[in-house]
């Protein structure tokens, strides 16, 4: 399975700010996928980042506001920018399995927005 | 639009008693079926994969897959109260790789 370390592991920030996520994989990998969490809910797919390619958002989520970058195969930033309260959540990313069988997390960003 | 649907729970049994755990989905093409485990504060962490038709067992796991229904569940014998934790049933949204999770059903296993 893939060893992939994210950081920060939680932060509190205020309202209008930004902040980056990083996450980085033991091995390269085609597709990384950024997932938030809200308070009790379940997992929703934000974006499929790709290397070399601009990140195809999902229905709902924009550039502007979740600016991803891909750098390379191991590595990948999300950023949560002019943040409100309503984004508070956990942030996940995360790699499929060497045949896309399985997802692999990191261990995931907890945000929350003052 | 495809959907993923579980019952939130919370599912409460007592110790050694098996927990079933439900889940629909609402794309009849779909092929791939995993069950997470989310204890909280921490990451999904894979527990079950299931492809084909009937049940799949791996220790106190059995995952069963029904595709006619549309139906997958999970079932955990012996439940300890180290399996309390939320179970998120998903299902495999294209050929990237990416799942659609359902809601998550919460156990909680009573000593």
């Known amino acids: 399975s893939a060893v992939i370390s994210q950081k920060p592991s939680r932060d509190i920030c205020q309202r209008g700010t930004s902040l980056t996520i990083q996450c980085q994989v033991d091995?390269?990998?085609?597709?990384m996928f950024w997932y938030r969490q809200q308070p009790g809910q379940s997992l929703t797919l934000i974006a499929t980042?790709?290397?070399?390619?601009?990140?195809?958002?999902e229905s709902g989520f924009v550039i502007d506001k979740f600016p991803i970058s891909r750098p390379n195969l191991t590595f990948s930033t999300l950023t949560v920018s002019n943040m409100s309260p309503e984004d508070s959540s956990i942030y996940l990313c995360?790699?499929?399995?060497?045949?896309?069988?399985?997802?692999?997390f990191g261990s995931g960003t907890q945000l929350s927005v003052l | 639009q495809k959907e993923v649907e579980q019952n939130s729970g919370p599912l409460s049994v007592p110790e050694g008693a098996i927990a079933s755990l439900n889940c629909t989905y609402s794309?009849?093409?779909?092929?791939?079926f995993f069950w997470y485990r989310q204890y909280s504060g921490k990451s999904p962490e894979l527990i079950m994969s299931?492809?084909?038709?009937g049940d799949k067992e791996d220790g106190r796991f059995t995952a069963q897959l029904n595709k006619a229904s549309q139906y997958v569940s999970l079932l955990i014998r012996d439940s300890q109260p180290s399996d309390s934790a939320t179970y998120l049933c998903?299902?495999?949204?294209?050929?990237?790789?990416?799942?659609?999770f359902g809601k998550g059903t919460k156990l909680s296993v009573k000593p």
């Open positions: 995360s790699v499929p399995g060497p045949s896309n069988e399985k997802l692999f």
């Open positions: 091995s390269q990998v085609t597709m």
């Open positions: 980042a790709n290397q070399g390619s601009e990140a195809t958002y």
């Open positions: 794309d009849r093409g779909s092929q791939s």
């Open positions: 299931i492809y084909s038709n």
């Open positions: 998903a299902v495999m949204g294209g050929s990237q790789g990416n799942l659609i």
